[in-house]
């Protein structure tokens, strides 16, 4: 082999032909990164948000099924097909597609699903259709993009898409050409979807799906009714929902991790908070349903960015009985939790995870990381008063940034990272409160001061420390569990473990120890 490369070498032109394809696969390396960091940037901007909710067109039932177009219509509302199907920074035409959609490889726009037989999807046969909204396949053979959310339409019934394609068909037609994507080449390539699906897309991925449910709603258990519109039209994993990357996570592939399903994640400069059990356990139902139809989020404060047009276009045209379904299914939802961000401080973490969503890009008018003005009104009324507004919210910002479950200590050390950024660039000193780090001997203690009365005794069923057998269930169920049942008082356990003047800081250190203690599989000191 090494004789047949000298050979190769030894010519001239041979040489002169490698070095003429290296710069050509250098200068294509080149152009694709520099057009990829190109849309990476102008994502990361934070744009004016624009306040226009488009009315539902008219429809016409003139010799049509008008109960099956009006199921149709809301099915339609349940997956939101106007947000996308719109150009409302325009205020273009209802559903003739058009609007910009920024990723890391280029802009897609979206297509025009008016019944217009030239522009829109008027020529198309419902079969046509269900195939689009199933495999993510058009009439002409092509593969949709997965901005097209036909990962989550897969799972919806075959009769429920019948009836959206019969809504479609009774709307007003607009004739507007379709506008050409500007993707980074090879990206604009359709074929290349090809190992994507590979990956990520099972046609026959249909675990909530029409084998499950039957038309006939009012019969439907809740927590099936809310699986099928979350993890169906509702397509809120898209948001809400890590995404596989390569390099970073700025470089999303657009497909969801499913065993962190809804356990949050950051979309146009906006965090989609986490929305399963492990965060809204404790959260009552008509709270969840307020963030729906009041635009209240939970712990105070304002919806805005995407999921103010969310709820707009879509959730509070649901029933209550949906809505209440979505709230039931959400609390249940049970997933793996993703790894924190490594290296630096435990605030770090909890800011890259839940703050930055909101104070990297400035959305919703938090002060950026870094940007010493933009925080200084804040500081001028003490550092004790910023506390005061990350644990209970202020404005459009959330009790503790949608972190239901993080300690006051978590929240603090978050604020530390934040104005450790910008310290040296405020007109007055910030003096920040040091954020005590309890050891597995604090743990220890605080048990012996105050778990120890029903734990070492069993008292009411307590299992005590180092019981293996006993404590196995609550290990299996993972830290979080047992943390929001001692501060909710879940189980019969009493809130707070009785201990009204214990920090969260300090519950935690004393159920580390506690599940530490009475495990060899597990590592509970990384909490």
Same mark, same amino acid.
């Given at each position: ?7 190769? /070498? ?10 003429? &394809? ?12 520099? =057009? ?60 003739? =597609? ?64 019948? +009836? ?86 700025? &470089? ?9 399903? /809804? ?41 805005? =960015? ?16 949906? /809505? ?157 569990? +047992? ?45």
């Amino acid at each position: 082999m090494k004789r047949i490369i000298r050979t190769f /070498l030894s010519k001239k032109s041979n040489v002169a032909a490698l070095l003429i &394809l290296a710069a050509i696969f250098g200068g294509l390396a080149t152009y694709v990164f520099r =057009g990829i960091s190109q849309n990476v940037m102008e994502m990361t901007e934070h744009h004016e948000e624009v306040l226009y909710f488009p009315d539902y067109p008219p429809v016409n039932t003139e010799g049509k099924d008008p109960m099956l177009i009006k199921r149709g219509e809301y099915l339609a509302k349940a997956g939101d097909c106007i947000a996308c199907h719109t150009n409302t920074p325009q205020k273009g035409q209802v559903f003739a =597609g058009g609007l910009p959609m920024q990723t890391p490889f280029g802009t897609i726009y979206s297509p025009n699903i008016t019944p217009d037989k030239e522009t829109g999807i008027g020529n198309w046969s419902e079969s046509d259709f269900i195939k689009a909204m199933r495999q993510g396949i058009s009439p002409n053979g092509h593969y949709y993009y997965p901005a097209f959310p036909y990962l989550y339409f897969a799972r919806v019934s075959t009769d429920d898409l019948r +009836a959206i394609k019969a809504y479609f068909d009774s709307i007003p037609a607009v004739h507007q050409e379709n506008r050409k994507n500007e993707m980074v080449w090879p990206f604009s390539e359709r074929f290349l979807q090809l190992p994507w699906r590979l990956l990520f897309f099972d046609p026959n991925d249909t675990e909530v799906s029409q084998a499950v449910f039957s038309d006939n709603t009012h019969t439907m258990d809740q927590l099936k009714r809310g699986a099928y519109l979350v993890e169906g039209l509702g397509h809120c994993a898209m948001c809400h929902s890590p995404s596989y990357h390569i390099f970073s996570e700025k &470089l999303s592939l657009g497909a969801p991790i499913r065993q962190y399903d /809804l356990t949050g994640a950051k979309i146009q400069g906006y965090l989609a908070p986490d929305i399963s059990k492990e965060n809204l356990a404790n959260v009552p139902i008509d709270e969840i349903t307020d963030v729906f139809t009041k635009d209240k989020l939970i712990g105070g404060g304002k919806i805005e =960015g995407p999921m103010l047009e969310v709820n707009h276009d879509s959730l509070r045209y649901l029933a209550p009985s949906d /809505l209440v379904a979505i709230a039931t299914y959400l609390k249940s939802v049970q997933s793996a939790r993703p790894p924190k961000p490594t290296g630096g401080s435990a605030g770090k973490a909890v800011y890259e995870t839940y703050c930055s969503g909101c104070h990297a890009s400035g959305a919703g008018g938090a002060p950026k990381y870094g940007d010493a003005i933009g925080w200084d009104p804040f500081l001028k009324k003490g550092i004790d008063q910023v506390y005061v507004n990350a644990l209970k919210g202020i404005g459009s910002m959330p009790a503790k940034g949608t972190c239901l479950s993080c300690s006051d200590d978590d929240i603090k050390q978050a604020v530390n990272y934040m104005l450790d950024s910008v310290k040296a660039g405020v007109g007055h000193a910030i003096k920040l409160t040091p954020i005590k780090k309890l050891t597995a001997a604090d743990g220890k203690r605080l048990y012996e001061q105050n778990c120890s009365v029903c734990h070492n005794t069993g008292f009411q069923h307590a299992p005590k420390p180092g019981d293996i057998q006993a404590w196995q269930p609550i290990v299996n169920a993972g830290f979080m569990n +047992a943390y929001l049942a001692v501060v909710s008082g879940q189980g019969g356990h009493p809130p707070r473990g009785a201990c009204a003047k214990c920090t969260d800081g300090e519950l935690i250190a004393a159920i580390k120890y506690m599940l530490q203690e009475s495990t060899t599989q597990k590592d509970f000191s990384l909490w």
